[in-house]
């Protein structure tokens, strides 16, 4: 088992940044992608970003030039937010999982950006 916990989220306005962070424990031997994900109100789960364990990145296209993941030891990562809008509303879940097939989830952490 993988337990992931995220943190950072918050409210902030349009135009500004906020860093969300997710703190790896258990079998990590068992994964080698962590990533972010996302769902906004009324809509599905989709994808923020992942980083593998031979640190191929990969970003949603909404998000690229303003988004980056990183990681912050060993473990745990990070993701920088920056040019937030209004669309970029949403819950923030971080993800691990094998070859891309994402298994485990955070309980995820809201970040709501004003306009």
């Known amino acids: 088992q993988v337990q992931l916990v995220e943190s950072g989220g918050g409210l902030v306005q349009a135009g500004g940044s906020l860093r969300l962070s997710c703190a790896v424990s258990?079998?990590?031997?068992?994964?080698?992608?962590l990533g972010w994900y996302r769902q906004a109100p009324g809509k599905q789960r989709e994808l923020v970003t992942t980083i593998s364990s031979g640190e191929t990145i990969t970003y949603a296209d909404s998000v690229k030039g303003r988004f980056t993941i990183s990681r912050d030891n060993a473990k745990d990562i990070s993701l920088q937010m920056s040019s937030l809008k209004p669309e970029d509303t949403a819950v923030y879940y971080c993800s691990a999982g094998k070859d891309y097939r994402m298994r485990y989830w955070g309980k995820g952490t809201l970040v709501t950006v004003s306009s």
């Open positions: 258990g079998s990590i031997f068992s994964i080698n992608v």
